[in-house]
Protein backbone atom coordinates (compact mmCIF):
# COMPACT_ATOMS: atom_id res chain seq x y z
CA UNK A 1 0.00 0.00 0.00
CA UNK A 2 2.77 2.79 0.92
CA UNK A 3 4.45 1.14 -2.04
CA UNK A 4 1.38 2.51 -4.67
CA UNK A 5 1.28 5.33 -2.79
CA UNK A 6 4.63 6.60 -3.33
CA UNK A 7 3.73 5.76 -6.85
CA UNK A 8 0.53 8.22 -7.04
CA UNK A 9 2.64 10.80 -5.52
CA UNK A 10 5.99 11.06 -7.98
CA UNK A 11 2.72 10.52 -10.64
CA UNK A 12 1.24 13.75 -9.73
CA UNK A 13 4.42 15.51 -8.49
CA UNK A 14 5.49 14.63 -12.29
CA UNK A 15 1.81 15.58 -13.85
CA UNK A 16 1.63 19.12 -11.51
CA UNK A 17 5.12 19.78 -12.43
CA UNK A 18 4.34 19.66 -16.27
CA UNK A 19 1.29 21.64 -15.66
CA UNK A 20 3.58 24.25 -14.24
CA UNK A 21 5.82 24.39 -16.92
CA UNK A 22 3.18 24.47 -19.80
CA UNK A 23 1.64 27.26 -18.14
CA UNK A 24 4.89 29.49 -17.00
CA UNK A 25 5.41 28.87 -20.62
CA UNK A 26 1.90 30.69 -21.46
CA UNK A 27 -0.01 29.22 -24.63
CA UNK A 28 0.98 29.65 -28.43
CA UNK A 29 0.89 33.53 -28.82
CA UNK A 30 -2.24 34.56 -31.10
CA UNK A 31 -1.28 36.18 -34.29
CA UNK A 32 -3.39 38.68 -36.56
CA UNK A 33 -5.05 37.16 -39.14
CA UNK A 34 -5.15 38.96 -42.98
CA UNK A 35 -8.81 40.23 -41.74
CA UNK A 36 -6.78 42.26 -38.84
CA UNK A 37 -3.93 43.63 -40.94
CA UNK A 38 -6.31 44.97 -43.71
CA UNK A 39 -6.76 47.76 -41.00
CA UNK A 40 -3.42 48.64 -41.66
CA UNK A 41 -4.52 51.05 -44.08
CA UNK A 42 -5.91 53.31 -40.91
CA UNK A 43 -2.30 53.13 -39.10
CA UNK A 44 -0.88 56.48 -39.25
CA UNK A 45 -1.33 60.31 -38.75
CA UNK A 46 -4.09 62.20 -41.20
CA UNK A 47 -5.42 65.92 -41.59
CA UNK A 48 -9.24 65.58 -41.43
CA UNK A 49 -11.62 68.23 -43.77
CA UNK A 50 -15.24 67.28 -42.95
CA UNK A 51 -18.55 68.99 -44.14
CA UNK A 52 -21.95 68.88 -42.08
CA UNK A 53 -24.84 70.17 -44.84
CA UNK A 54 -27.44 71.95 -42.77
CA UNK A 55 -30.52 69.60 -42.08
CA UNK A 56 -33.15 69.46 -39.47
CA UNK A 57 -30.45 68.55 -36.99
CA UNK A 58 -28.34 71.99 -37.17
CA UNK A 59 -26.81 74.55 -39.60
CA UNK A 60 -24.32 72.65 -40.44
CA UNK A 61 -20.63 73.70 -41.52
CA UNK A 62 -17.31 72.55 -41.92
CA UNK A 63 -14.44 71.47 -39.31
CA UNK A 64 -10.85 70.24 -39.78
CA UNK A 65 -9.04 68.69 -37.48
CA UNK A 66 -6.21 65.69 -36.99
CA UNK A 67 -6.41 62.31 -35.59
CA UNK A 68 -3.89 59.49 -35.19
CA UNK A 69 -4.61 56.00 -35.30
CA UNK A 70 -2.16 53.14 -34.15
CA UNK A 71 -2.04 49.51 -33.18
CA UNK A 72 -2.79 48.41 -30.15
CA UNK A 73 -0.64 45.85 -28.33
CA UNK A 74 -0.98 43.07 -30.04
CA UNK A 75 -2.05 44.29 -33.54
CA UNK A 76 -5.68 43.13 -33.70
CA UNK A 77 -7.24 46.29 -33.24
CA UNK A 78 -6.52 49.83 -34.27
CA UNK A 79 -7.14 52.90 -32.09
CA UNK A 80 -7.55 55.99 -33.23
CA UNK A 81 -7.88 59.46 -31.84
CA UNK A 82 -9.05 62.86 -32.97
CA UNK A 83 -9.79 66.15 -32.50
CA UNK A 84 -11.83 68.57 -34.71
CA UNK A 85 -12.89 72.13 -34.64
CA UNK A 86 -15.54 74.01 -36.79
CA UNK A 87 -18.43 76.19 -36.64
CA UNK A 88 -20.10 73.86 -33.40
CA UNK A 89 -16.90 74.40 -31.60
CA UNK A 90 -14.06 71.57 -30.62
CA UNK A 91 -14.82 67.72 -30.13
CA UNK A 92 -12.45 65.16 -29.53
CA UNK A 93 -13.39 61.43 -30.70
CA UNK A 94 -11.80 57.68 -29.90
CA UNK A 95 -12.31 55.02 -31.97
CA UNK A 96 -11.41 51.21 -31.58
CA UNK A 97 -11.79 48.62 -35.03
CA UNK A 98 -11.05 45.06 -34.94
CA UNK A 99 -12.04 42.28 -36.69
CA UNK A 100 -14.36 39.81 -34.25
CA UNK A 101 -13.63 36.43 -35.78
CA UNK A 102 -17.43 35.19 -34.45
CA UNK A 103 -19.12 37.95 -36.00
CA UNK A 104 -17.17 37.38 -39.14
CA UNK A 105 -17.34 41.36 -39.01
CA UNK A 106 -15.41 44.63 -38.10
CA UNK A 107 -16.45 46.15 -34.84
CA UNK A 108 -15.79 49.73 -34.29
CA UNK A 109 -16.43 51.17 -30.49
CA UNK A 110 -16.83 55.10 -30.79
CA UNK A 111 -16.48 57.91 -28.35
CA UNK A 112 -16.46 61.70 -28.32
CA UNK A 113 -15.80 64.33 -26.21
CA UNK A 114 -19.84 65.32 -26.58
CA UNK A 115 -20.94 62.32 -24.91
CA UNK A 116 -21.76 60.06 -27.99
CA UNK A 117 -21.07 56.56 -27.39
CA UNK A 118 -22.03 53.77 -29.99
CA UNK A 119 -20.97 50.48 -31.72
CA UNK A 120 -20.29 49.84 -35.50
CA UNK A 121 -20.70 46.56 -37.53
CA UNK A 122 -18.22 46.74 -40.83
CA UNK A 123 -17.67 44.98 -43.74
CA UNK A 124 -14.92 45.30 -46.58
CA UNK A 125 -15.59 45.01 -50.38
CA UNK A 126 -12.77 46.03 -52.12
CA UNK A 127 -11.37 49.35 -50.71
CA UNK A 128 -15.31 50.61 -49.60
CA UNK A 129 -15.60 49.90 -45.78
CA UNK A 130 -18.63 50.16 -44.66
CA UNK A 131 -20.04 50.53 -41.13
CA UNK A 132 -23.78 50.32 -39.81
CA UNK A 133 -25.48 50.36 -36.24
CA UNK A 134 -28.78 50.64 -34.85
CA UNK A 135 -29.27 53.43 -32.02
CA UNK A 136 -27.79 56.29 -30.70
CA UNK A 137 -25.83 57.93 -34.05
CA UNK A 138 -22.13 58.04 -33.34
CA UNK A 139 -21.91 61.45 -33.58
CA UNK A 140 -24.50 64.65 -31.84
CA UNK A 141 -27.60 64.98 -33.15
CA UNK A 142 -29.75 66.79 -31.06
CA UNK A 143 -33.31 65.00 -30.68
CA UNK A 144 -31.93 61.71 -32.29
CA UNK A 145 -31.47 58.92 -29.88
CA UNK A 146 -32.19 55.98 -32.60
CA UNK A 147 -32.00 55.15 -35.77
CA UNK A 148 -29.95 53.17 -38.13
CA UNK A 149 -26.58 55.00 -39.42
CA UNK A 150 -24.65 53.71 -41.83
CA UNK A 151 -20.60 55.67 -42.44
CA UNK A 152 -19.25 54.41 -45.65
CA UNK A 153 -15.01 55.34 -46.21
CA UNK A 154 -14.17 54.70 -49.86
CA UNK A 155 -11.15 54.74 -51.58
CA UNK A 156 -9.06 53.55 -48.58
CA UNK A 157 -5.55 54.06 -49.21
CA UNK A 158 -2.83 54.06 -47.37
CA UNK A 159 -2.89 57.72 -48.11
CA UNK A 160 -6.23 58.94 -48.61
CA UNK A 161 -9.81 57.98 -47.70
CA UNK A 162 -12.96 59.70 -47.94
CA UNK A 163 -16.41 59.17 -45.55
CA UNK A 164 -19.61 59.41 -45.88
CA UNK A 165 -22.26 59.41 -42.58
CA UNK A 166 -25.73 59.27 -43.57
CA UNK A 167 -28.87 58.22 -40.98
CA UNK A 168 -32.01 57.02 -41.49
CA UNK A 169 -34.73 58.14 -38.93
CA UNK A 170 -37.82 55.71 -38.70
CA UNK A 171 -37.45 53.74 -41.57
CA UNK A 172 -36.98 57.12 -43.32
CA UNK A 173 -34.29 57.37 -46.57
CA UNK A 174 -31.27 57.68 -45.82
CA UNK A 175 -30.25 61.22 -45.54
CA UNK A 176 -26.25 62.69 -45.70
CA UNK A 177 -25.10 63.84 -42.18
CA UNK A 178 -21.42 63.72 -43.23
CA UNK A 179 -19.06 64.06 -45.40
CA UNK A 180 -15.10 64.11 -45.25
CA UNK A 181 -12.10 63.11 -46.90
CA UNK A 182 -8.71 62.47 -44.82
CA UNK A 183 -5.12 63.00 -46.14
CA UNK A 184 -2.26 61.23 -44.54
CA UNK A 185 0.42 63.53 -43.13
CA UNK A 186 4.33 62.20 -44.12
Avoid at 60 to 79: D, H, L, P
Wanted: charged share 15%; aromatic share 6%.
Amino acid sequence: MGRIASTVAVACVVVLGAVATTAAQGPETAKPGPEAQRLASFAGSWQDETNVPQNQFGPGGKEKGTSACEWFTGNFQIVCRGESKGSAGTSATMIIIGWHPGQKAYLAQVIDSNGAISQLKGTVTGNTWTFTSEGPPPMPMPGVTTGRFRMTIVDVSPTEQTAKGEISLDGKPWMVVMEGKSTKVK
